[in-house]
């Protein structure tokens, strides 16, 4: 029988998650509220290879619409399979451009510091190069593509066509699908690990180092997946239609390696890219330190929690 939590509970879930498992995970697997189900037993994160689970359908009002027919981590199947490769590609791309651009590209940056504008300008260029996008437009669509990331964790297709009808009149990139993922998607998760390495001490920023950094600090607290269909798995009865949470914070990202970088067939294909963005802003940029380096966040792509 799986545990129902109150309100009150799952406040405490999204306010101090610490606190939250020492009061449910000893004696529950999982637990539930409305149509959620929390998973607190990392024996259980095999789940998320369960084929009764979609990624598709978290974004269900929103499927196929085209600003996001590309986005991996919100396909299924073969389809899925396909835009993955692709993602894959341009995340190695990113890397090469990064090896032979970045001094140049960080010369051009609003100033020699890395806070979170320069390093937001440094990325959007960066990737203007991967998707051979004019110079300066990535810029000029900021706030649109920072409104349309919103509006689809939002689930808002009013605003989501609005943002899309905006950026497609001004873009023609092939891939722009995939390109607006990595942008919008990628650019908070790399300026939090950024600002995470600002306040390590080590003067020498390495690739395992980074990683360590985000483990730590993981940007995200959770993976979620939708029951396609009620199913049994280790003698639980997992209905239809419920919203799987995986958290992904300590000690899960203790006892599951690299969790805060997924789990399975979606696990994240930008690792390295990460941290060669991180080294390349590193190697350029002048240190800052991060009261000065979040000063400037209020008016830039940030990061929304969302299941
Ligand atoms: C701190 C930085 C990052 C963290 C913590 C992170 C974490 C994640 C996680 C947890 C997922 C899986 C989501 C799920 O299963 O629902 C994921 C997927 C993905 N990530 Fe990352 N990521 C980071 C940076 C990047 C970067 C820099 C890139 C690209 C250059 C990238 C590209 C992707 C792609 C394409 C997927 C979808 C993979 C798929 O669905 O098959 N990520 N990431």
Not at 4 to 19: A, L
Not at 144 to 167: A, Q
Request: a positive charge; aromatic letters at 10%.
């Amino acid at each position: 029988m799986i545990k129902k939590i109150s309100y009150k509970d799952f406040e405490e879930y999204v306010s101090d998650p610490h606190k939250f498992m020492i009061k449910f995970s000893k004696e529950n697997q999982i637990v539930k509220i409305e149509n959620y189900l929390i998973v607190l037993d990392p024996n259980l994160f095999n789940l998320l290879l369960n084929e009764n689970l979609s990624c598709e359908a978290r974004v269900s009002e929103l499927q196929n619409h085209p600003s996001i027919e590309d986005w991996p981590m919100y396909v299924d199947g073969d389809r899925h399979k396909k835009i993955r490769k692709v993602s894959q590609e341009y995340a190695i791309k990113t890397i090469s451009v990064l090896k032979n651009n970045s001094k140049e590209i960080w010369k051009e940056v609003e100033s020699n510091k890395i806070n979170s504008l320069t390093v937001e300008s440094f990325i959007l260029s960066i990737y203007e190069i991967v998707f051979d996008i004019p110079r300066g437009v990535l810029f000029s669509l900021k706030e649109d593509i920072k409104k349309l990331h919103t509006s689809v964790l939002t689930r808002s297709l009013k605003d989501l066509n609005y943002h899309w009808e905006k950026i497609k009149n001004k873009v023609t990139a092939k891939n722009l699908s995939l390109a607006l993922f990595m942008i919008s998607d990628t650019i908070p998760s790399i300026k939090h690990t950024v600002g995470c390495c600002l306040a390590s001490p080590s003067k020498n920023l390495t690739h395992n180092l980074i990683k360590e950094i985000v483990s730590k600090n993981p940007p995200f607290r959770h993976l979620s997946r939708i029951s396609k269909r009620p199913f049994r798995f280790k003698n639980i009865e997992i209905p239809e239609n419920r919203v799987l949470i995986f958290p992904i914070f300590s000690p899960f990202n203790v006892k599951i390696k690299e969790i805060e970088f997924g789990y399975g067939e979606h696990k994240c294909i930008g690792v390295a890219t990460l941290t060669h963005f991180v080294r390349s802003i590193f190697e350029n940029g002048e240190k800052e330190n991060l009261y000065e380096y979040h000063k400037l966040e209020s008016s830039s792509l940030s990061m929304i929690d969302k299941f």
